[in-house]
């Protein structure tokens, strides 16, 4: 593609010549080659600055020497390109076409013709930079947005991999104290948290899944915690998956539901769990309301872990496309927390 470019602008440049030529005194292989020295000097001050002046003074921030090299050569040049037009012009009959007669002020006149060499051949050096420096912040935004990918990715696979050890700790710690009055009621948690385990090793491991799949995960976690809750306790889950299969990152809502258990569980009073997820149209509203029981200042378990996988997950997934609101009432008894996401 790059070389492709090159060869077009060039083939016009030294095909430039035969537009004047035609007008004079008739194309000829002598006249043609002898006009085509502009457009090879051209070539020889923009490769010159494309290969070596540009990546290795100006890039390498020599910028003095840089300018001092461009300004010789583009001078030297107009001069050899001056000095050429004179023989050409009195060995082959090139450029003054029939009919010609010099000007008064012959010295002003090829003054202007020098100034303008001099205009083209900065033209090609500029030219050149601005190519070569465009291709280098190509390169350099290139990597700079792989770089970014994979740190991303690195934090995702991080904070997944934390979600682990902290989902199997609440759930395990349930486990614990189901054994100790009904272990038919504790198996049966056992083989639920395999079909957990299950969606953890191989689901999770996806960059995406399908709401349902989401929504059984909730619906297996949720059925495990209310084995061992008292009839104090109430839970309620709502889900109305108008899209089954848009897809979702694995495991986002699941720090929440965590969350709303931990807190809003009373351990002697009534207390509630209210869980709501929706979507439709582009939108997964996932609405979480608990009883506000906070832990006291001795049960540091989790040490807000979740809330804070869950925010970071947001950023990492979906930056700029998602809302969460959270925090208690005016009365501070129940907990509030309502994440929507534009996919």
């Given amino acids: 593609m790059i070389i492709g470019l090159h060869v077009a602008a060039w083939t016009v440049l030294f095909l430039a010549p ?23 000097l051209q070539m020889v001050v923009f490769y010159t600055n494309y290969f070596l002046l540009t990546p290795k003074l100006f890039m390498r921030h020599h910028r003095r020497m840089f300018w001092t090299l461009n300004i010789v050569i583009v001078v030297s040049f107009s001069f050899v390109l001056h000095i050429w037009m004179g023989y050409a012009h009195s060995h082959f009959d090139t450029f003054p076409p029939e009919g010609y007669s010099p000007p008064r002020h012959e010295a002003l006149t090829m003054s202007l013709f020098v100034l303008r060499d001099m205009f083209y051949l900065g033209l090609s050096a500029f030219m050149a930079a601005t190519v070569v420096l465009a291709m280098n912040w190509q390169k350099s935004e290139t990597a700079r947005c792989a770089a970014e990918t994979a740190r991303t990715e690195a934090e995702l696979n991080n904070l997944r991999a934390q979600i682990k050890p902290h989902f199997l700790l609440n759930t395990l710690n349930n486990i614990y104290a189901l054994v100790a009055f ?5 198996q049966k948690a056992i083989y639920e948290l395999s079909q957990l385990l299950r969606h953890i090793l191989y689901d999770n491991q996806q960059p995406t899944i399908t709401m349902s799949e989401e929504i059984a995960f909730l619906e297996n976690y949720i059925h495990l915690m209310q084995i061992r809750l008292s009839d104090n306790v109430e839970v309620t889950f709502q889900a109305e998956c108008a899209q089954p299969q848009m897809p979702i990152a694995p495991m986002l809502f699941i720090s929440l539901v965590e969350n709303a258990f931990k807190h809003g569980i009373s351990a002697t009073g009534k207390s509630f769990v209210h869980i709501r997820i929706e979507n439709g149209n582009g939108y997964v509203t996932c609405e979480i309301e608990n009883s506000n029981n906070p832990k006291g200042r001795s049960d540091h378990s989790g040490h807000g872990i979740g809330l804070r996988q869950v925010r970071k997950r947001l950023e990492l997934s979906y930056a700029g496309h998602y809302e969460w609101t959270c925090g208690t009432d005016e009365n ?5 927390s309502k994440i929507t996401i534009r996919t």
Avoid: S
């Fill in 332 to 336: 501070d008894t129940v907990y509030k």
């Fill in 18 to 40: 035969l537009t004047f030529l035609n007008h004079g005194n008739g194309v000829t292989p002598q006249r043609y080659l002898a006009a085509c020295v502009t457009p090879l």
């Fill in 182 to 186: 009904d272990q038919a009621k504790a």
